[in-house]
T-cell receptor
Framework: DTEVIQTPKHLVMGMTNKKSLKCEQHMGHRAMYWYKQKAKKPPELMFV???????INESVPSRFSPECPNSSLLNLHLHALQPEDSALYLC????????????FGPGTRLTVL | DQQVKQNSPSLSVQEGRISILNCDYT??????FLWYKKYPAEGPTFLIS?????DKNEDGRFTVFLNKSAKHLSLHIVPSQPGDSAVYFC????????????FGKGTKLSVKP
């Protein structure tokens, strides 16, 4: 089983709202990722968690706040977003070997009004 | 500067024929390459990968070839089926065991019945 579960599938929020995206996997993967994908563009890495610790933040604005409460869960907290933050947000996970494959969830389609 | 390039934004192939998708990279430190298939509004689905110590990997209808001296890889799909119609992303692994991926811009494959 290589399932990564993301909720919600769609989210519409105003610029003053606070919302959270959730990601869950039960494959025992200890590396988890958040990506952002705009239309007709490739996924771009935002954050990497390794063994529940944030190891990479790709210069993401502070209005995006990741959290890894345990080895199966990854959250992305959103606050004071801008319309240009509208995108597909993808979660991925992998084991921690160099040649292990990242498996992606279906994504959350976020629209900021 | 793009480190992973897919120079063909689209490719159209007749059902039953071979589809060849190409990818070039610039960083000789990349040690692992992956191909993902993506439908609109869904997460990327892993297809096949290849380590830099190999020049070929085959899985059913999918074969990936790696030419390290030319910094070039290709994905062959034989025979192509209409269900293969999707966007195909080439990705290169950097960052060692954390497995951070750099994606190409994707090639949209259309397989016509």
């Amino acid at each position: 089983d290589t399932e990564v579960i993301q909720t919600p599938k769609h989210l519409v929020m105003g610029m003053t709202n606070k919302k959270s995206l959730k990601c869950e996997q039960h494959m025992g993967h200890r590396a988890m990722y958040w990506y952002k994908q705009k239309a007709k563009k490739p996924p771009e890495l935002m954050f990497v968690y390794s063994y529940e610790k944030l190891s990479i933040n790709e210069s993401v604005p502070s209005r995006f706040s990741p959290e890894c409460p345990n080895s199966s869960l990854l959250n992305l907290h959103l606050h004071a977003l801008q319309p240009e933050d509208s995108a597909l947000y993808l979660c991925a996970s992998k084991r921690t070997g160099e040649t292990d494959t990242q498996y992606f969830g279906p994504g959350t389609r976020l629209t900021v009004l | 500067d793009q480190q992973v390039k897919q120079n063909s934004p689209s490719l159209s192939v007749q059902e039953g024929r071979i589809s060849i998708l190409n990818c070039d990279y610039t960083n000789s430190m990349f040690d692992y390459f992956l191909w993902y298939k993506k439908y609109p509004a869904e997460g990327p689905t892993f297809l096949i990968s290849i380590s830099s110590i190999k020049d070929k990997n085959e899985d059913g209808r999918f074969t990936v070839f790696l030419n390290k001296s030319a910094k070039h890889l290709s994905l062959h799909i034989v025979p192509s089926q209409p269900g293969d119609s999707a966007v195909y992303f080439c990705a290169a692994n950097y960052g060692g065991s954390q497995g951070n991926l750099i994606f190409g811009k994707g090639t949209k494959l259309s397989v016509k019945p």
